[in-house]
Nanobody
Framework: QGQLVESGGGLVQAGESLRLSCAAS????????MGWFRQTPGNEREFVAA????????NSADSVKGRFAISRDNAKNTVYLQMNSLKPEDTAVYYC????????????????WGQGTQVTVSS
């Protein structure tokens, strides 16, 4: 059974940057479309960005557009989320997910999930 393991979260100040990583084991991400979601307490998991097998990127909501960028390194079996100009409202648990569906933006379309990494942005 494959695993997805997120890392790179932490506590930063507003305006700073973080890069999240999602390393896959037991599963080759080359065959998968990969996504990042985030969740705050009491709220549903929110789509952030996705990158297809081809490298095609589905952009996230306007709240992160232009600040966040998803990328993948198939040789390292890893997906990244570069987050710049962080804001307190970006505080959430960030999850990596994998799917064979194309252009997925909903949690139902992603059957494989990591355990999440906490990102906290202080003002």
């Amino acid at each position: 059974q494959g695993q997805l393991v997120e890392s790179g979260g932490g506590l930063v100040q507003a305006g700073e940057s973080l890069r999240l990583s999602c390393a896959a084991s037991g599963r080759t991400i080359t065959s998968y479309n990969m996504g990042w979601f985030r969740q705050t307490p009491g709220n549903e998991r929110e789509f952030v960005a996705a990158i297809m097998q081809t490298g095609y990127v589905i952009n996230s909501a306007d709240s992160v557009k232009g600040r966040f960028a998803i990328s993948r390194d198939n040789a390292k079996n890893t997906v990244y989320l570069q987050m710049n100009s962080l804001k307190p409202e970006d505080t959430a648990v960030y999850y990596c997910a994998a799917t064979l569906y194309w252009n997925g933006k909903t949690t139902q379309e992603y059957p494989y999930w990591g355990q999440g990494t906490q990102v906290t942005v202080s003002s």
